[in-house]
């Protein structure tokens, strides 16, 4: 067995055991926790039920998209490996989440991280309308709005997730955390590629806002509020609006650690240079 089905493996065995748990301290649970974790038999299966419970409506049954979900997840089997990781994200940078379980059924930017990654598969194999009505219910359902066609990495963590917006060619790499009410978006009506790029290890704070087809580079900090309107270097905090270099993180990945109000101050300021 590889080490990422190990893995999966590990952690369905404790979703399982906190299932049980679960059910037998709230009985008025007991059948939904049933459903989506108890009878099942991997983490594939939970994703699968739990994703479709969440998002049916009156025009996509349940039923419908189970099977939907299913398929996606045995063509790509990718996105349960994702899945995992940025399950185990959440466990290890929020300090609200200490079990498997409420991330998986109760956390609404995982689960709407999961039903985008859905919605881009889908997209990839050109089912564009089912992609886009899976996009509009986690949009309406959440109040998250990433497009189908954006590529997300792994090991992601969107924090709250309310009001969370990505744009269609925007890009967002791995072990990257995002706070509630960012948006990563165009700069007005010009088309091609023109949403911004996220690297590796990034955290981006509360409420901001990066516009335009730009680099944020590897380990890079973002506080909370800025607008971001030009590349920011790897390794570099940048703050306010229009944000400037403020310092640079205290660890290559500030994204894991989440210290948002602690960086090293830099003195020289061609350290950052907008527009470099």
Same mark, same amino acid.
């Given at each position: 067995?590889?080490?990422? =089905?190990?893995?999966?493996?590990?952690?369905?065995?404790?979703?399982? #055991?906190?299932?049980?748990?679960?059910?037998?301290?709230?009985?008025? =649970?007991a059948e939904m926790l049933e459903r989506h974790v108890v009878s099942q038999s991997c983490l594939e299966g939970c994703l699968t039920t739990v994703m479709a419970s969440t998002l049916a409506d009156r025009t996509l049954s349940v039923d419908d998209l189970k099977s939907c979900f299913q398929s996606l997840y045995q #063509?790509?089997?990718? =996105?349960?490996?994702?899945?995992?990781?940025d399950m185990s994200a959440v466990i290890e940078r929020d300090a609200a989440s200490s079990k498997y379980l409420p991330v998986l059924l109760y956390l609404k930017g995982f689960q709407a991280l999961q039903a985008h990654r859905l919605a881009h598969a889908l997209w990839h194999d050109g089912r564009f309308m089912l992609a886009r009505a899976i996009h509009h219910r986690t949009t309406r359902l959440f109040g998250i709005d990433i497009h189908p066609a954006c590529r997300v990495g792994h090991g992601v963590m969107l924090d709250h997730g309310t009001g969370i917006v990505i744009g269609e060619t925007a890009e967002v790499g791995d072990n990257v955390s995002i706070m509630q009410g960012v948006t990563l978006g165009g700069t007005g009506k010009e088309s091609?590629?023109?949403?911004?790029?996220?690297?590796?290890?990034?955290?981006?704070?509360?409420?901001?806002?990066?516009?335009?087809?730009?680099?944020?580079?590897?380990?890079? &900090?973002?506080?909370?509020?800025?607008?971001? =309107?030009?590349?920011?270097?790897?390794?570099?905090?940048?703050?306010?609006?229009?944000?400037?270099?403020?310092?640079?993180?205290?660890?290559?990945?500030?994204?894991?650690?989440?210290?948002?109000?602690?960086?090293?101050?830099? #003195?020289?300021? &061609?350290?950052? &240079? &907008?527009?470099?």
């Open positions: 067995m590889s080490h990422e =089905l190990s893995a999966q493996a590990s952690m369905f065995d404790q979703l399982h #055991a906190e299932a049980v748990a679960a059910a037998r301290s709230e009985p008025l =649970l #063509a790509h089997p990718s =996105l349960v490996t994702t899945a995992a990781r091609g590629d023109r949403h911004p790029k996220v690297r590796s290890g990034v955290l981006i704070g509360a409420g901001a806002t990066v516009l335009g087809n730009i680099e944020i580079g590897h380990g890079a &900090q973002i506080g909370a509020g800025s607008v971001v =309107l030009a590349r920011v270097a790897e390794h570099t905090t940048v703050v306010g609006i229009p944000a400037r270099q403020a310092g640079r993180p205290r660890c290559p990945s500030p994204s894991v650690t989440m210290e948002h109000g602690s960086f090293q101050h830099v #003195a020289d300021p &061609q350290w950052y &240079q &907008q527009g470099s």
